[in-house]
């Protein structure tokens, strides 16, 4: 819908060749309107026009300098100037921006571009286009027969442009007489031609024809330097082929509705003026032969006598007047078919009367009365009326021109004009509004904002709303806070019990709007308008579909933001929330001293292992109230679970002495006793702490430090260890691990397991995730968790990666000889992903297996994708576009950052198995895996779910729409062997 607004809608941001000049990234097809230029040429990095250019020179400087200042300060622009456009010249336009920088810290503008004068030009071609039309009505309006047509040649070639107007006439569709040629002002002389011989011949089967010629198909002398032909047939009432209209030009003439229905309605004259003249040559050649033509006339005829009595009227006439033939009476009179008046107040049959006589004298032009039919029925016609003898007698013959319908049709197209400008105007108020509307971060501001954007609209004179939970009432008519007065109480609560909206005209024109949340309704919108707002429906329910849908993106970006930074376990932030809120106090007081402590519980996993995954969550949700306990707080601010049972505490504004005493305290009352179950049991924790601005400048590199000296605290069996450098030296184990790494890859101590994913709607496998396992011979199995890491410090996770993929391919080129569609996906750090050569390389491998790029899916988490998002964009487009698919892994643990989700080629969602393996115990987990999945469809993304150990869980997730499923009620990772037999068990 945002392409056919009649405003532009641009976004832009800074051209990467020069900085200074801004590029559009995205416009709407409105700038066309604006510029003259299509709007392709604007867009994208390298344009091939800049908006800036068409700037008139006055104006650039004041432009340049206010783009400057808001961009400075993130402040709206707010501006009018003028600009160039492609054929009218400069055009005023005002132009209403914001600017916002994304995550990486670029800049971006945000905007809508208005042109000032675009009604004054649309009033100044109705204004012309009824001139032109009046002129029109005034030539023909007074000539008949062959001046008619003569006169509508030079006004329509004057109309439309056209170098050329031509009306002929054709004889038994054999031959075309021409009745009137008009070239470049000048009327041209008659001439015939057989219709075989002439360019109108296909007009025998259809309407209307359009021609292109060039110099080598003017066969025809009278098109001479004439490029361009529109012929439209000419249909009697019979719809015969009657004649043609020819419009000729050098380029194809420039049509719209207007135009259109003005040539259909001089078309219709002019079918009547050609049968017009017709019909007089016949009269002149014999008056014997009046009777047949006079009877089988098209147009209504009458004949009457000096006095104004009717003598004789024709077939048409009697249908005209609602005659029926059997009961026709000839003493049918003037008085029977004109009422008492004309609406101007003449007196119909004196004036009627007076223009018969007049007739008799000269030649008279055509007039328009109303008459009405004998069964009451008004018409409006036009009447010719021409002098002439009947059997020695003078009489006066009257053609009725029924113009009803085209005065009707004139009047709707009038309508239509009023109607498209007003509905106009609406339409750029309802976009200033929903653009205002979805910068609003709360309930209140978009409240407020909905009520002053609305008491600014013509016909609202009062703009107010309710707040349900604050119980208050606000009013732009009155802005001072009080209570809804009672006037308004008993529609107001009607709203908010029934959630419907609620219409009143008891007491004015109002409306009752209530603003619903996911369970009931949090406020009213109130609103004051005058009689045709209230009438107009459609507008009205534009204007309510616009604020629910703003209120609802509301409200799902609270939802989301929600979710992102909350742990649903424990209540506590999360990993987001944790670095929010270092970002935030570190931006308030830089120069504050602050620590963070990171710990995990012990022999947690035992107590897991043994116990049940239940009975360790309920012993993780004790930690949260324990060291709010131990720091003396009502709140969870600076306490948030990481995951697992790794939690973290940031402390800002605090010594690192009072840190480590209070790191004492949370320790001592973590090691108390839990009773849970009646079962008693005592856990400890290994505290470490990293302190601000000594060890690290942001969340990233306190959490990396206190990482570091949590384990050492661990490994050294102490509650509490502060970092300092020498404890960030590897282990010797990891670092034997490390320089042990290519032997083991060498002599195949490493090697790959693969578990299988499953299609949730069939239970086929469509494909296997490569799990990369050591078996060390000195350490035995090592998991990834003890070796990826330190691989990732250094060169050896590109050369673990080459491993997992080669080996992978090779397999899955095997595999899928029996089960062709087969995939493999394989996890990649930030650090592969990030290698320049990463695209060329995968490319290689799946060229020497012989498989395509679908065989290979890329699973990569959220801190992997933002770690370096632009570089990262670049590499995964590269990979798309060898058919590689992209997974995010992982999902809703990280960040959690959902920009990446529109702007990555990313083909399907893993929820986290941290939501699936309690989905049917926590209803917070339950919701998240829920909106994830329905988020995900509507996003065209799959999702699958990992870490499924139970049928239950399976068939909920199943419930919900998942697409795949990954866990241990299918199977373990499974060693190559075990595949073949996995497969042939599934096939």
């Not at 049968?275 to 033509?293: I, K, M, N, T, V």
């Not at 939501?915 to 987990?925: E, N, S």
Request: hydrophobic share 40%; charged share 25%.
């Amino acid at each position: 819908m945002i392409h056919r607004l009649p405003v532009v809608i641009y976004e832009a941001m800074p051209s990467r060749v020069q900085t200074d000049l801004w590029v559009l990234s995205y416009a709407n097809d409105a700038l066309l309107t604006v510029t003259g230029y299509p709007t392709e040429d604007f867009v994208g990095e390298y344009p091939e026009r800049h908006l800036f250019a068409l700037i008139h020179p006055d104006d650039r400087v004041r432009v340049g300098v206010e783009y400057d200042r808001c961009r400075t300060t993130l402040s709206m622009v707010s501006l009018r100037y003028r600009l160039l456009h492609a054929t009218d010249g400069y055009r005023l336009v005002e132009e209403r921006s914001i600017f916002e920088r994304d995550p990486d810290g670029r800049l971006h503008s945000y905007g809508c571009l208005i042109d000032s004068n675009a009604p004054e030009r649309q009033q100044e071609y109705l204004a012309d286009l009824d001139t032109r039309l009046a002129r029109l009505n005034a030539d023909v309006a007074i000539a008949t027969g062959q001046e008619f047509l003569e006169h509508l040649c030079r006004r329509l070639s004057h109309l439309t442009g056209a170098r050329q107007v031509g009306i002929f006439r054709v004889e038994h569709e054999r031959y075309l007489e021409c009745l009137a040629i008009v070239r470049d002002g000048l009327l041209l002389p008659r001439y015939g031609i057989p219709v075989a011989q002439s360019i109108f011949k296909p007009l025998g089967a259809q309407d209307s024809l359009e021609l292109y010629l060039d110099s080598k198909d003017q066969t025809w002398t009278m098109l001479e330097h004439i490029h361009h032909v529109t012929a439209i047939r000419l249909n009697n009432r019979q719809h015969e082929w009657l004649g043609v209209l020819a419009l000729g030009h050098d380029h194809p003439i420039e049509r719209d509705r207007t135009l259109d229905r003005v040539l259909e309605l001089y078309s219709d004259r002019a079918v009547t003026e050609i049968e017009r003249l017709g019909l007089e040559d016949r009269l002149q050649e014999s008056e014997s032969r009046y009777r047949a033509f006079f009877e089988t006339a098209v147009q209504a005829s009458v004949v009457v006598n000096v006095q104004g009595r009717i003598l004789d009227l024709n077939r048409a006439a009697q249908q005209l007047f609602g005659l029926i033939s059997e009961t026709y009476d000839a003493r049918i009179e003037l008085q029977d078919i004109f009422p008492r008046q004309q609406p101007d107040g003449r007196s119909s049959l004196y004036h009627f009367l007076h223009y018969i006589r007049h007739s008799i004298q000269g030649p008279v032009p055509p007039e328009r009365w109303h008459i009405h039919r004998l069964d009451g029925e008004a018409r409006i016609v036009t009447v010719y009326a021409v002098s002439t003898v009947l059997n020695l007698s003078e009489r006066v013959l009257l053609t009725f021109e029924d113009i009803t319908d085209q005065v009707r049709a004139e009047q709707e197209l009038r309508t239509q004009h009023a109607l498209q400008n007003e509905r106009q105007g609406r339409l750029r108020n309802l976009v200033a509004l929903a653009t205002e509307l979805e910068r609003q971060p709360s309930l209140g501001d978009f409240l407020y904002e909905a009520c002053r954007q609305l008491y600014r609209q013509s016909g609202i004179h009062e703009a107010a709303f309710f707040e349900r939970e604050q119980d208050r009432w606000h009013s732009m008519a009155n802005p001072a806070p009080t209570g809804a007065p009672q006037q308004h109480r008993g529609a107001v609560a009607r709203a908010l019990r029934s959630g419907q909206s609620d219409w009143r005209r008891d007491t004015g024109h109002w409306l009752y709007f209530p603003l619903l949340g996911r369970d009931a309704p949090l406020a009213v919108l109130v609103l004051g308008c005058s009689q045709p707002v209230y009438d107009d429906q459609e507008f009205v329910s534009l204007l309510m579909q616009t604020i629910s849908l703003s209120f609802d993106n509301l409200l799902q970006r609270h939802t989301l933001r929600q979710q992102a930074m909350r742990d649903s376990l424990t209540d506590l932030g999360n990993r987001a929330q944790l670095h929010e809120w270092i970002r935030e106090s570190l931006a308030q007081d830089p120069r504050q001293t602050a620590s963070l402590l990171l710990f995990d519980l012990n022999r947690f996993k035992e107590i897991n292992d043994s116990l049940g995954h239940h009975f360790g969550d309920r012993l993780l949700c004790e930690i949260g109230p324990r060291v709010r306990l131990a720091l003396d707080r009502d709140n969870n601010w600076g306490i948030c679970r990481l995951g697992g049972d790794e939690f973290a505490v940031f402390l800002p504004r605090i010594r690192s002495e009072k840190a480590c005493r209070l790191a004492e305290d949370i320790s001592e009352h973590l090691r108390r006793p839990y009773v849970i179950d009646a079962l008693q049991l005592q856990v400890e924790a290994s505290i470490g702490i990293a302190h601000y601005p000594d060890q690290g400048n942001d969340g990233h590199e306190l959490l990396r430090c206190a990482d570091v000296a949590m384990y050492a605290a661990k490994h050294a069996g102490r509650s509490l260890v502060e970092f300092e450098s020498a404890l960030d030296a590897n282990t010797p184990q990891r670092i034997a691990v490390l320089s042990e790494l290519d032997q083991g890859l060498r002599e195949g101590h490493l090697w790959v397991a693969y578990q299988p994913v499953i299609s949730a709607s069939d239970g086929r496998t469509k494909g296997f995730e490569a799990l990369v396992r050591w078996q060390h011979p000195e350490l035995g199995a090592l998991s990834p968790a003890e070796f990826i890491p330190i691989a990732e410090m250094g060169q050896g996770i590109h050369r673990i990666t080459e491993f997992v993929l080669h080996t992978g391919l090779a397999a899955l080129a095997n595999w899928r000889r029996r089960v062709p569609d087969l995939y493999i996906a394989v996890n990649l750090s930030s650090r592969v992903l990030l290698d320049q050569n990463l695209p060329r390389n995968i490319e290689r491998l799946l060229r020497e297996h012989g498989l395509p790029g679908t065989a290979l899916v890329l699973e990569l988490t959220e801190s992997t994708l933002l770690s370096d998002p632009l570089r990262a964009v670049d590499i995964i487009n590269e990979l798309a576009a060898i058919g590689i698919q992209v997974e995010v892994d992982d999902f809703g643990t990280g960040y959690s950052s959902l920009a990446y989700l529109k702007s990555l080629p990313i083909q399907a969602l893993k929820v986290d198995k941290s939501f699936v393996a309690d989905l049917l115990l926590d209803p917070h987990d339950r919701i998240i895996v829920e909106s994830t999945i329905k988020m995900a469809h509507n996003l065209d993304l799959a999702t699958i779910a990992e870490g499924v150990e139970d049928e239950a869980t399976l068939i909920e997730l199943v419930k919900m729409g998942c697409d795949a499923i990954q866990g241990y009620y299918f199977s373990k990772p499974l060693p190559p062997a075990d595949v073949d037999v996995w497969l042939k068990r599934y096939e």
